[in-house]
């Protein structure tokens, strides 16, 4: 079946760093990826839809100059999150979508990022 | 009003239960669903998708969807110690555009 494969698993890092988290579609081509970020005991968070080769659309809220996403190639997506605080911790989790309505959607073993 | 409503939990049953997992969505326009299992630190998997009304059944687990009602629910038979994660409804209100319920915590007990 789909893949989508993220790392790293965990990081952490000192506050004021940025920390980039990679998700790759190993075999499928992802025209569409989502962002998500989830605290513990609640349910995802979209954060951005992005689509290859285009600027990603951040939902209300979300700081697009903090959490810079890049789709460069139909396999890969990066989530880089600039000058992290310690609020900026929690797991992040990337999708792919297969292909659109009724195709699925797969997701990353996500990151849990803990900023000290 | 949310697109999709999801009983939080947690639940704990014992092992060898029937487990009844619950959503209502609120678009009537709504015909992907979908429900995802996630273990603790790690990424939603997916477990059952259906289109439109009816049941699909896979092994352990069967997902059933009432349009006329708005509810979808997933049913797991004879549970087991590794069914414990939390189950995420998922309901695709377009291409791209996924709603998730809130997720149920379930335990089964051994």
């Known amino acids: 079946g789909a893949v989508v494969s993220q790392h790293p698993s965990w990081v952490i890092c000192k506050s004021g760093t940025s920390v980039k988290i990679e998700c790759r579609s190993l075999?499928?081509?992802?025209?569409?990826m989502f962002w998500y970020r989830q605290f513990p005991k609640q349910s995802l968070m979209l954060m951005a839809t992005s689509n290859e080769g285009s600027k990603a659309t951040y939902e209300q809220g979300v700081e697009k100059d903090k959490f810079l996403i890049n789709h460069a190639s139909l396999t890969l997506s990066t989530l880089t999150v600039t000058s992290a605080h310690p609020e900026d911790s929690s797991f992040y989790i990337c999708?792919?979508?297969?292909?659109?309505?009724?195709?699925?959607?797969?997701f990353g073993s996500g990151t849990r990022l803990t900023v000290v | 009003q949310k697109e999709v409503e999801q009983d939080p939990g947690p639940l704990s049953v014992p092992e060898g239960a029937i487990v009844s997992l619950n959503c209502t969505y609120s678009n009537s326009a709504f015909q992907y669903f979908m429900w995802y299992r996630q273990y603790s630190r790690k990424g939603p998997e997916l477990l059952m998708y259906?289109?439109?009304?009816g049941n699909k059944e896979d092994g352990r687990f069967t997902a059933q969807v009432d349009k006329s009602s708005k509810y979808i629910s997933l049913f797991i038979r004879d549970s087991q110690p590794s069914d414990s994660a939390t189950y995420l409804c998922a309901i695709e209100g377009g291409a791209n555009n996924l709603f998730f319920g809130t997720g149920t915590r379930l335990t089964v007990i051994p």
């Open positions: 999708s792919g979508s297969l292909g659109g309505l009724g195709y699925g959607y797969t």
């Open positions: 075999d499928f081509q992802a025209t569409t």
């Open positions: 259906t289109y439109s009304s």
